[in-house]
């Protein structure tokens, strides 16, 4: 990785393409630190204080942000409302056949699909703006709560949240058109990469707790790092880990020519929801958590009490919950993206058959069982990897930890497909042609 981007940057056109990109990132962390007017600083500090290491939406969504979120900075609201848009219209395209035509449009229908992603992002962040002013202001974090004044500084608010939502999606664009790497996906990066000093702050606490008697951080302070170092060795091996159909096309005549023949394959990815099924199952199980922020229920408080707890990451019912969730919508997000029928149909039309399965149906139930079986594993590694931090935490206590297996397949993810377009941005370059 790190010879290819030395070989990108002696490239001029790569060099400032990097520039530019690294420039985006510089802006974005600046928005992530400005603090949005009309807010008491030391009352936000004491309300979100152990927001980073609970179990909630809000923790969820400071995760996202880089830590804007916790300091309610400009870009407060992240990339959450570009990545709810851009999922809820892969759904409703799904669901809506007007929507499904446009997208089958080409190059047009998917501009009028961004478009309408645009709007839909404008609209969540503006709905998220509002609700997180609401919980300041319960907190106590406004400065002005009666009169002109509250009316005035709450549309100030929440106007700058809205605008730092439109301003981080118009960063990730920009990053489109003239960085390397998908924009908002290098921008959630960034936000994760920001918070590892936090992490390696924490380890350097626990750490400092071996030389006050407890000696068993010695060995699960460097436990953590090498499970760390074997975490991103197995996803970056599952990422690129793909099952092969062999796909054989029959030779055909058209005029004098005979055209066909070939051999090939379909390829079908393990990992083929990527650390979505993660993000819905997360978003679900920290919904309890959210809402008693605002109840606040001990955990010795009868029913309800022992009903909250029992959603602490930490808690076996958490983690059994996490486990069925990640694979369930596996499942569906596989079933949403992938149609065997169409598949079959596709190969059908074009000559291509699977060796040893009839076109038509036979094909379609062989695609199926085999995206069955690849769901499974891909799900089954989701779990396992979203899961360990929860484990490895509850089992030896060091569970305030600000980066989890989510935040890790995101990182690898991103890094390895923006290491990708530069190595097939090199090779366009580099490819002489046949006239040379």
Known sequence: MFKTIRNAWSIPDLRK???????????????????????DVKALAEAMGGISTGNTMLAYLNTLSGGAFSNATLFAM???????????????????????????????????IGTITRYVTVGLGLIQGTAYFMYLRGKGVTVYN??????????VIVLVFTAGTAIMMWLGEQINNHGIGNGISILLFAGIVAQLPATFSILGQYWGLGSEGQTQYYFLVPLWIIIFIAVIWVITFMQDSERRIPIQYAKRVVGRKMYGGQSSHL????ALGGVLPIIFASSILSIPGTINIFLNIQPGDGFWGAFFAAFNTSGWLYMVLYFILIIMFAYFYTTIQYNPIEMANNLKSNNGTVPGIRPGSPTADYIRNI???????????????????????????????SIGGTSIIILVGVALETVKQLESQMMMRHYKGFLD
């Not at 009666?146 to 549309?155: T, Y």
């Open 267 to 270: 390829p079908i990815k393990v």
């Open 146 to 155: 009666n009169g002109f004044d509250f009316w005035f500084s709450a549309i």
């Open 78 to 112: 992240g990339v959450t409302p570009y990545i709810n848009s851009s999922i809820i219209m892969q759904l409703l395209c799904v669901a809506i056949p007007p929507l499904e035509r446009m997208a089958k449009e080409g190059e047009a229908g998917r501009r009028k």
């Open 371 to 401: 995206l069955s079986r690849i769901t499974l594993i891909g799900a089954l590694f989701l779990a396992v990897i979203a899961l360990l931090p929860h484990i490895y935490g509850a089992a030896t206590g060091m569970g305030q930890m």
């Open 17 to 39: 393409k990097i520039i530019f990109t690294i420039l985006i990132i510089i802006v974005f962390r600046i928005g992530s630190v400005i603090t949005v007017p009309f807010l």
